[in-house]
């Protein structure tokens, strides 16, 4: 399905919750709603799912109006699926049965092949006969994707499905479910406040933040060029450095004279240059001198905080064989293709 929301506003009682909202998913694209708690994305999903009527706006799905303009199209008339963080497993149940249960309409010869067929998808064949009490979390979950799945929506909304598993578990899971929607041709949309879940899953995220969506872009074009510091800000890790730009447009930071110039900016302007971890690279040829301040370990990296001497941090991500202890000085250069940078007082971020 392409699903099209355009101005939607949708609250409770009259208190509009979110507003302004406009996306278009694709059919068989995957898109998520990434925002903190309360910002609205169940409100969004809710109204998608038909189970709110808009205070404005329209939901289109393939071109037919589900909500607005005095229209509500009845959540089990829509051919959407859903998927919550709570399984929703009915416990008398087995997993076969689960997955099944929506399927009462078809044949049983079908809807036996069906069910095969999904089992084998989740990779749950081996568990058919067990009841969800049986099942892992993980499992679980992978039950309740089935069962959404089972009747070809044209439309899979998930919300926050990961979000009762274990870390390890929700990077594998989240992976194995872009694969099986991706293998099925669905077309999807998930809501979480996880950005690793958000960049794992999805082909489009849109920051939602204060009801508003603030960008709606692919997760590079969001951690390389966003739209607004709020936005920055939300996404990734960072560190910001003050700079001022320089008569022939160039950005002078305590750092270096930064090569890219910024349009847009005044010559004298102060402006905030983002600078992400894999920014600073580790050079022990670099004259260019900071001091390890933190320093974490990940396997394969450690992303250390620096301080120049004028107290400036910085975070660098360097591999984890480069072991430097807290207070060793180690050389460092930038390696910016492109730098994102907002001016002092204003919101507005312009590339250089
Ligand atoms: N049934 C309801 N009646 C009235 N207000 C509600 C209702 N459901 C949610 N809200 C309010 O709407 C706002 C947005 O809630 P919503 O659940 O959409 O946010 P969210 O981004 O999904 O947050 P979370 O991640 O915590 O679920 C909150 O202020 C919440 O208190």
């Not at 929506?153 to 274990?166: A, H, I, N, Q």
């Amino acid at each position: 399905m392409r699903l099209e929301l355009d101005q939607v506003a949708v609250g409770y009682e009259g208190r509009e919750v979110a507003g302004e909202v406009t996306l278009a998913v694709e059919p068989g694209q995957i898109a998520c709603l990434l925002g903190p708690s309360g910002s609205g994305k169940t409100t969004v999903l809710r109204a998608i799912a038909g189970f709110e009527p808009l205070l404005r706006g329209r939901i289109l799905g393939d071109g037919e109006l589900l909500s607005g303009q005095g229209r509500q199209v009845p959540p089990e008339r829509r051919g959407i699926g859903l998927v919550f963080q709570d399984f929703a497993l009915l416990p008398h149940l087995s997993c076969r049965d689960n997955v099944g249960f929506g399927l009462f309409a078809l044949p049983r010869a079908q809807r036996r092949q069906r069910v095969d067929e999904l089992l084998e998808v989740v990779g749950l064949t081996a568990h058919a006969g067990r009841y969800p009490h049986e099942l892992s979390g993980g499992m679980q979950q992978r039950v309740a994707l089935a069962r959404a799945l089972a009747p070809q929506p044209r439309l899979l909304l998930l919300d926050e499905p990961f979000s009762s598993l274990d870390p390890d578990l929700r990077e594998k899971l989240s992976l194995d479910v872009r694969l099986i929607l991706k293998q099925q041709g669905s077309t999807a949309l998930l809501v979480t406040h996880s950005q690793a879940e958000a960049f794992a899953m999805a082909d489009q995220v849109g920051v939602l933040s204060g009801g508003r969506l603030r960008q709606w872009a692919s997760a590079y074009e969001l951690y390389h060029r966003p739209a607004s510091r709020e936005v920055a800000q939300f996404i990734g890790e960072k560190i910001w450095l003050r700079g001022r730009v320089a008569p022939d447009g160039r950005i002078a930071t305590t750092l270096a004279l930064l090569q890219p110039r910024a349009t847009g900016f005044t010559p004298g302007q102060q402006v905030d240059v983002l600078l992400r971890p894999d920014d600073i690279i580790h050079d022990d040829a670099s004259p260019l001198q900071a001091r390890v301040v933190e320093r974490t370990f990940r396997g394969s990296e450690f992303l250390y905080t620096l301080a120049l001497d004028d107290g400036t941090r910085l975070l660098s991500l360097v591999p984890s064989h480069h072991d430097h202890a807290i207070d060793q000085k180690i050389g460092i250069r930038l390696d910016l293709e492109h730098v994102v940078v907002f001016g002092v007082d204003e919101g507005s971020g312009l590339r250089g």
